[in-house]
């Protein structure tokens, strides 16, 4: 019960996710295809939100749900890492119509062949974790 607020945060979120049509598979193609601006509005409106809110989590040292203080951990830029990474997760996200969190919200609302997509994302992701070690970062 004491996580209940997790439950209630993710539930907002896919409701907004669906509702402001982010998790449409439709608006997700004409992102790609350069034909709307709907979903780089949202986008850019993230990170809009996003940078202050770090920027104010840094500046008051704040704390997780745990007590543990917010670390954010700079890395090392490598233009073909980020390339190559950016390339197979814009693939995935192309060809499958949804990046993680749209993944989850249309299989709630009923997109049950989402679930290929779902089970498709967990092995990648297992498989990169197989295969670390050996990749260049």
């Not at 989590?57 to 670390?71: H, R, T």
Request: aromatic share 14%.
């Amino acid at each position: 019960m004491k996580n209940i607020k997790f439950l209630i945060v993710g539930t907002l979120f896919g409701i907004i996710m669906f509702k402001s049509e982010a998790a449409s598979w439709y608006r997700i193609q004409e992102m790609f295809r350069f034909q709307a601006f709907h979903m780089y509005g949202i986008i850019g409106l993230a990170v809009a939100i996003g940078i202050p809110v770090v920027a104010i989590i840094k500046a008051k040292q704040l704390k997780d749900y745990s007590g543990q203080k917010i670390v954010f951990k700079s890395k090392s830029w490598s233009i073909p890492r980020y390339l190559i990474g950016g390339t197979i997760f814009g693939l995935g996200w192309a060809l499958s119509g949804a990046c993680p969190g749209p993944i989850v919200v249309n299989m709630g609302v009923g997109y049950l062949g989402y679930a290929v997509v779902l089970v498709s994302a967990v092995l990648g992701t297992l498989l990169y974790g197989v295969i670390r070690d050996k990749l260049p970062h």
